[in-house]
């Protein structure tokens, strides 16, 4: 983090290759640049954005929802766009974009050495703590899984079969298979949500 010099940092585990390749980080920045006191730190899931799929949020599924955030296109621009995220009580080192500021302030303060980051900050992964962690996953509800797990510590092969993004070069990519069928970023946030 020492080294980072800008002031968003996107973290990306060694095992976790994105699937998607239609990811909207300057839009998920200008979201967390003009609501920093809300969001924090967007996450970028390994399963569908369900509360069923998504570890700690099933002890608090009622927390678990979309919020619709506008996007202004440019600094320059009046017109705005709408993202969808969805507000999480989870905490994890898996792939994410958040700030140096962040970092510094709210997650290394209570690390411990030899310890993960996510032992730290779990006594956080609650509503009450929301306004100091600011977690959201990137996305809407249904948003389809982002990041492939490739389970770089194991030493034996799992028992489950895995989803696999597509190797470089071969097959053909279906985009369905990764996003949704319809942008991310669309329209304004006082149009009705769409969930296909």
């Known amino acids: 983090m020492a080294a980072v010099k800008t002031k968003y940092v996107l973290l ?3 095992d976790m290759p994105f699937a998607d390749r239609t990811l909207e980080a300057l839009s998920a920045m200008r979201v967390m640049q003009a609501y920093p006191e809300k969001v924090k730190y967007i996450r970028f899931n390994q399963n569908e954005n369900s509360c069923y799929h998504t570890g700690c949020d099933k002890r608090d599924c009622s927390f678990y929802r979309e919020q619709r955030f506008d996007v202004k296109n440019d600094s320059n621009s009046s017109s705005s766009s709408c993202m969808a995220l969805i507000r999480s009580v989870c905490w994890s080192d898996n792939n994410h974009l958040t700030t140096v500021k962040y970092y510094n302030e709210e997650v290394f303060p209570r690390c411990q050495s030899n310890k993960p980051m996510e032992w730290a900050m779990a006594p956080l992964m609650k509503a009450d703590f929301h306004n100091v962690t600011g977690t959201y996953i990137y996305g809407s509800l249904d948003f389809p899984w982002q990041v492939e797990h490739e389970d770089g510590s194991e030493t034996r092969p799992k028992n489950h079969k895995r989803r696999k993004s ?6 053909i990519f279906d985009e369905n298979q990764y996003t949704q069928k319809q942008p991310l970023i669309s329209g304004t946030c006082s149009e009705p949500a769409v969930h296909l």
């Open 12 to 14: 990306i585990q060694h």
């Open 166 to 171: 597509p190797k470089r070069g071969e097959g």
